[in-house]
């Protein structure tokens, strides 16, 4: 698990207090709570599929690993990676919504879910640490299928 310095937290806090208004206070310790206590971080026994995805821009990486059932639903997830506090606490809450999800359902979603999943407004420059497990997941889903020949993720392509 990555847990930051006392400074590199402090700093975490004080940019999350910055970018976003007053009334997502809620969400801002949520989203650090993610961060700091990631669910569904590590590895899973036996996955289907791992897929790792990085953010250029900013230096996140993420792995995902996936395990479908018969019925092609999503029964366990986990992430490993570094980042910065929007791209660990978006894999982590996502982790969490994808169990019990079919590969269907997690190839239809979009930059929308991500954003209401967080609760809060993300700028343009933010966007792309937001979305990097969403991307993961679905490159990794499509591997899992054939349905793509995908090296890495990236979110500059």
């Known amino acids: 698990m990555r847990v930051g310095t006392p400074a590199e937290s402090f700093c975490t806090t004080i940019w999350l207090y910055s970018v976003m208004g007053l009334g997502a206070d ?8 993610h961060y700091k206590r990631p669910h569904h971080y590590g590895s899973i026994e036996s996955p289907d599929v791992v897929h790792t995805g990085q953010n250029p821009s900013c230096g996140d990486e993420i ?36 169990i019990g999800m079919s590969r269907q359902e997690l190839e239809a979603l979009d930059t929308a879910y991500v954003t209401e999943m967080l609760g809060v407004e993300i700028s343009p420059m933010r966007i792309k640490c937001a979305v990097l497990s969403r991307q993961v997941a679905q490159d990794a889903a499509a591997l899992d299928a054939g349905a793509a020949d995908i090296e890495q993720t990236s979110t500059e392509d």
């Open 63 to 98: 792995t995902m690993e996936l395990r479908f059932d018969a019925d092609d639903e999503i029964v366990e997830a986990a992430f490993s990676g570094d980042g910065c506090a929007i791209s660990q606490a978006a894999a982590s809450m996502l982790t969490d919504r994808l």
């Open 26 to 33: 809620m969400y801002r310790q949520q989203i650090l709570e």
